[in-house]
């Protein structure tokens, strides 16, 4: 069992050695804070999502899929997304709620290197994110995200759904 501040020895190759020491230098730290947070962000995100059989697509590859779509298709296909991630979602949860789908889709757009910002208001929370993704991409994570909150019982404020080519957000109103 490995000790709050256990150290232990770690052998780099040269290559591996040369790019840990340019981004220590890039990220302005020191090597053993790097490496324990390069560690913790494996053991946190990379290997759960091993576990998982999670997949990432690089941002150029999702673009260029979904732009191929026609624009008109891209909220019916993100509304048939949102009922498999919702069964899905259930059969690991079944107390799938407004505070758990809420925190399920930000960590899940964190460990795709995107930011989904939830910003409380009265009576409703915002969800937004800006992107270099295209207007296909927002289209279908707005359309999807709405779906998803929908589909288990939540109320979207549908003059919020916004999207362009560089962002999206909508609306989730809260009740009590």
């Not at 059989?53 to 019916?76: V, Y």
Request: proline share 2%; hydrophobic share 40%.
């Amino acid at each position: 069992m490995v000790k709050k501040g256990e150290m232990f020895g770690v052998r780099l190759n040269e290559e591996d050695m040369k790019q840990f020491a340019r981004i220590v230098e890039e990220e302005r730290s020191n090597k053993s804070s790097m490496a324990a947070r390069i560690i913790h962000d494996w053991i946190h995100f990379m290997k759960s999502k091993q576990e998982r059989g999670d997949i990432t697509l690089a941002g150029e590859i999702i673009k260029n899929l979904i732009n191929t779509l026609p624009e008109e298709n891209i909220a019916r296909i993100a509304k048939k997304n949102a009922k498999y991630v919702i069964s899905e979602m259930k059969w690991q949860n079944d107390d799938l709620d407004f505070a758990e789908l809420s925190k399920r889709i930000v960590e899940w757009n964190m460990e795709n290197d995107r930011k989904l910002i939830p910003k409380e208001k009265p009576g409703l929370v915002l969800f937004k994110q800006r992107h270099e993704l295209g207007i296909g991409w927002s289209v279908h994570q707005c359309e999807m995200y709405s779906e998803m909150f929908r589909l288990i019982g939540e109320t979207i404020n549908t003059n919020s759904v916004k999207h362009d080519k560089t962002s999206f957000s909508f609306e989730v109103i809260r009740h009590g």
